[in-house]
T-cell receptor, first 112, second 111 residues
Framework: KAGVTQTPRYLIKTRGQQVTLSCSPI?????VSWYQQTPGQGLQFLFE???????NKGNFPGRFSGRQFSNSRSEMNVSTLELGDSALYLC???????????FGPGTRLLVL | ELKVEQNPLFLSMQEGKNYTIYCNYS?????LYWYRQDPGKSLESLFV?????AVKQEGRLMASLDTKARLSTLHITAAVHDLSATYFC???????????FGAGTILRVKS
């Protein structure tokens, strides 16, 4: 089975812009979670989608949003980018229950 | 709020030695995960521990879970250089597949 894929892998944006990141889960997986990884804050949960519904959300401002499509692919959007949004954004998929989450390679975002 | 603490945060070991990484968490949970991350790479799943007393082993790594003590350990036996990586524990943070991660333990195995 193909693993979790994320696009793009690298991205450079400037403050104030917005960005959309994409995640394709492992075939058959219906849950997609998003995490932000920074040297200062570590790995932090952003949100999780299952069957196109957001089931849980972390403590991030409303500038961070996401959605999931009927084929389980997910996108996250960050509007009005700030310097502090520079991070590795990881998505993870699982079948749907509390099983192991499998992580994609990540999108490294640099905000200048 | 669930908090997960790992220690040590940095571990420098000689090849062939044994050591243990500890993961404490603050509220009840029956699911704990260990992941490995190589520099510049994503997270690789190592173990999932689902019940009190669970023990899993893979190669030189063995993980255990004590839900009463809210403690998991990752034991490294006879370390080799290839084990150098950052190891994270993560605890099930509730509904919706939320994982709460520890800060990670950077492991360096010196030959």
């Amino acid at each position: 089975k193909a693993g979790v894929t994320q696009t793009p892998r690298y991205l450079i944006k400037t403050r104030g812009q917005q960005v959309t990141l994409s995640c394709s889960p492992i075939s058959g997986h219906r849950s997609v979670s998003w995490y932000q990884q920074t040297p200062g804050q570590g790995l932090q949960f952003l949100f999780e989608y299952f069957s196109e519904t957001q089931r849980n959300k972390g403590n991030f401002p409303g500038r961070f949003s996401g959605r999931q499509f009927s084929n389980s692919r997910s996108e996250m959007n960050v509007s009005t980018l700030e310097l502090g949004d520079s991070a590795l954004y990881l998505c993870a998929s699982s079948p749907g229950g509390a099983e192991t989450q499998y992580f994609g390679p990540g999108t490294r975002l640099l905000v200048l | 709020e669930l908090k997960v603490e790992q220690n040590p945060l940095f571990l420098s070991m000689q090849e062939g030695k044994n050591y243990t990484i500890y993961c404490n968490y603050s509220t009840t949970s029956d699911r704990l995960y260990w992941y490995r991350q190589d520099p510049g790479k994503s997270l690789e799943s190592l173990f999932v521990l689902l019940s009190n007393g669970a023990v899993k082993q893979e190669g030189r790594l063995m993980a255990s879970l004590d839900t009463k003590a809210r403690l998991s350990t990752l034991h490294i036996t006879a370390a080799v250089h290839d084990l150098s990586a950052t190891y994270f524990c993560a605890v099930d943070g509730g509904y919706g597949n939320k994982l709460v991660f520890g800060a990670g333990t950077i492991l360096r195995v010196k030959s």
